[in-house]
């Protein structure tokens, strides 16, 4: 099993474009996770789905957007990229709430010039 | 507003002893506690879970305990090793999972 896989895992955006970034997982997960991790400021919750079809926001959900169509993919959006959206994504899975492990990517590292 | 607390300085400790890191959280009441190791570069990965109604969890050389009261957890790593060395994450899951800064454990020879 492949697990949580990201794409891109690298890219490099100009200030304004836009950009999707894909989490696949396949192992029939109902909950997904995207976060960001900046220097000194740890993993924060940007957005999260309960199943498919469902999307609710995070800590830090300003100047993104998701989808979740498909159960197995959790899509993450920038509409208009800015430099303070440089950072490393992380897209995790788990089985349902906090009784379960979650499981990772390998992270998406963004950067906004 | 919530908040979690681990110790923002890294842990330098000798191999053979044991590692003790702390996660302390406020206006949370997590049912579940769990902790995460991270690499330089990597996603994090999954070590321990514990319950709200668990004092204690013991997994090889790791040992967590969680103490509603005080709020904390704690996570031990007994005859540490330099592969031990990573940054450690607790995750205290209320409504959502969310993450603590992590710690920097560096173990040397």
């Known amino acids: 099993n492949a697990g949580v896989t990201q794409t891109p895992k690298f890219r490099v955006l100009k200030t304004g474009q836009s950009m999707t970034l894909l989490c696949a997982q396949d192992?029939?997960?109902?909950?997904m996770y995207w976060y960001r991790q900046d220097p000194g400021m740890g993993l924060r919750l940007i957005h999260y789905?309960?199943?498919?079809?469902?999307?609710a926001k995070g800590e830090v959900p300003d100047g993104y957007n998701v989808s979740r169509l498909k159960k197995q993919n959790f899509l993450l959006g920038l509409e208009s990229a800015a430099p303070s959206q440089t950072s490393v994504y992380f897209c995790?899975?788990?089985?349902?709430?906090?009784?379960?492990?979650?499981?990772f990517g390998q992270g998406t590292r963004l950067t906004v010039v | 507003s919530q908040k979690i607390e681990q110790n923002s300085e890294a842990l330098n400790i000798q191999e053979g002893k044991t590692a003790t890191l702390t996660c302390n959280y406020t206006?949370?009441?997590?049912?579940?506690l769990q902790w995460y190791r991270q690499d330089p570069g990597r996603g994090p990965v999954f070590l321990l879970l514990?319950?709200?109604?668990?004092k204690e969890k013991r997994k090889e050389r790791l040992k967590v305990t969680f103490d509603t009261t005080l709020k904390q957890s704690l996570f031990h790593i007994t005859a540490s090793q330099p592969a031990d060395s990573a940054t450690y994450l607790c995750?205290?899951?209320?409504?959502?999972?969310?993450f603590g800064k992590g710690t920097m454990l560096l173990v040397s020879p």
């Open positions: 995790a899975s788990t089985n349902g709430q906090g009784g379960t492990e979650a499981f």
């Open positions: 192992m029939n997960h109902e909950y």
């Open positions: 789905s309960v199943g498919e079809g469902t999307t």
């Open positions: 206006n949370y009441s997590p049912a579940y």
């Open positions: 514990i319950r709200e109604n668990e």
């Open positions: 995750a205290p899951y209320d409504s959502t999972l969310t």
